[in-house]
């Protein structure tokens, strides 16, 4: 066995574990839901109340903070599906409370640049978060049209650890390239889905 194949085999048997255990304590799927949603506020207070001397240690707490943060995330459906409480509202939940999940983080980032006076770098963070959200949408509005839509690379989780990495690397000037990244991606995963939904219904009739 590869390194690599025994730490995914580690990791998947401590995310069991921390499953197993929130399942038996009978909390609520959306309860971990919101609770990730608030720790994503916390990240979002620390790159908001960072400034020129003490960026670097706010934003590495911040990608700590949205590292534990994405581990709600990750666990919420598997304790829902453990304790029997899958519902479709509480994926409807999960979708919408992950939208205000990604804008806060965002929001924060356009506090930080706002009060170091980086007017290029508020339009830039402005302009991610808005592709970001029709990275979604554009899935979510497809789907009511075609049975799927998953082309294109930049979704929630490859945004999630790009910004931890521009977080914790933030001292060696990461967190700017990292905004370029998911802009470029973002906005070719959004022109993706639009032609791919072109493509499968430019020969359905219209609805009504």
């Known amino acids: 066995m590869t390194w690599t194949g025994a730490f995914g085999r580690a990791c998947g048997w401590l995310l069991d574990k921390i499953v197993h255990g929130l399942a038996l304590t009978r909390i609520s799927p959306n309860a971990l839901t919101l609770i990730g949603l608030g720790i994503n506020i916390v990240a979002a207070f620390l790159f908001g109340h960072a400034n020129a001397a003490n960026a670097d240690w706010m934003f590495f707490y911040a990608g700590v903070v949205i590292f534990c943060a994405g581990l709600f995330d990750m666990v919420d459906g598997r304790v829902a599906r453990r304790i029997n409480k899958v519902t479709v509202f509480g994926s409807f ?14 929001f924060g980032l356009l506090v930080y640049y706002g009060r170091i006076n980086r007017f290029r770098y508020v339009v830039l963070v402005a302009f991610v978060m808005v592709t970001s959200l029709m990275v979604s949408y554009t899935r979510a509005r497809a789907e009511n049209l075609i049975p799927q839509c998953k082309v294109g690379f930049m979704e929630r989780p490859e945004r999630i650890v790009l910004i931890i990495i521009g977080a914790v690397f933030n001292w060696c000037g990461a967190m700017a390239p990292v905004l370029w990244i998911l802009a470029a991606l973002s906005t070719i995963t959004v022109a993706h889905r639009i032609v791919y939904t072109y493509q499968n219904t430019k020969q359905m009739k219209p609805l009504g």
Not at 93 to 106: A, K, Q
């Open 93 to 106: 939940f999960d979708s919408v409370i992950d939208r205000y999940s990604d804008v806060v983080l965002f």
